[in-house]
């Protein structure tokens, strides 16, 4: 089958959007369709592909058309013209989480699969999802939580079809986390080759990796560092205004036992998660995505399905959109406001290597069920 994705933003960029949109344009080409994929804006000179795999940690490769789009229109046009470079292509299916495109190809006919990870926001984005559902060619309604679709169905009229709305969570690369070293060879392995010469090799390690956007509980990772001054906390990932501010504020606090990296490519963060000895998700109730919206009550973070398949134990907040994946078996739910239970249950893990390892055992089994292949293939209804 010929699938078109179109893209909702730019790349490359290091939006957990665009992640996304990658990690399923490959494992639907995996499946055996014939992949492109749509992406707004002028292609950057200097892209190759080899830089898309690394950034992205891809190892089959699909073809990417970028099309032009001006920022004054807010990609209505690029919606648009997307839906007609895939009419042109004789796409069969169109696959998208951009909602001005969603709707035009569905009231164009156009067979169309949209995937949303937020409540349509403002005036525009509940017209534009009424006419995706209105047009002919909606197939499919592919949201990734339980309390986005019970908010959704809450909200709107969504066709009665029973394989029309489905709930399918964020995925991993299950190779990808295969064999991997135990936490000190990963550690001593960073600092052999250069990548973090500074980082202890023999102390205990807590590690994050994702973006330092408002309500990923940075705040929360500071105050471990002052309380656990023995533990070393490897934070992998940010943009340089946040990891710059960081630093500073680390320094500020004399908190020598944080190690922040920066940006890591995707090919690579499975050796930074596997040099920790257990793994953390302090999401706030109110959490910043990319564009300043609060994604706190639907999200679906990848970084919970990689620590998953990383066999480390998880400390994770006890939200319930986290606990329709993690539960006491998986992970240490905790409240997300309460450094000293965070402390005490990192303490409790460091000496308890049974329980922690029973904890990572689990971890990785449930991961099992949230390959990125298994989800392109049940969202196709294959």
Known sequence: MKIAVLAPTYLPAQRANTLQVMKMSQALAVLGHDVRVAVPGQRPKEVRWEDLA??????????????????????????????????????????TRHPQAAAAASLMNLPCILEIHDYPQGTVGPQLFRAFLRGRGARRLVVITQALLADLQAGFTLPDRPDF??????????????????????????????????????????GYTGHLYAGRGVKLLMELARLLPEVTFLLAGGEPAHVAALHNQAAAAGLSNLVITGFIPNADLPRYQAACDVLLMPYQVHVAASSGGDIGRYLSPMKMFDYLACERPILSSNLPVLTEILDADSAVLLPPDDPSVWAAAILSLEADPPRAAKLASCARQKAASYTWTARARRMLGD
């Open 165 to 206: 709305s489905l709930v399918l969570p964020d995925g991993v690369d299950l190779e990808r986390f295969s064999s991997l070293p135990d936490p000190e060879t990963a550690r001593r392995s960073l600092v052999s080759t250069g990548a973090l010469p500074d980082l202890p090799v023999d102390r205990y390690t807590a």
């Open 54 to 95: 690394s950034q992205y940690g891809l190892s089959r490769r699909f073809e990417i058309d970028w099309l032009s789009s001006r920022p004054g229109l807010r990609s209505y046009d690029y919606g648009l013209s997307a839906v007609l470079w895939a009419r042109r292509w004789e796409a069969d299916l169109i696959y």
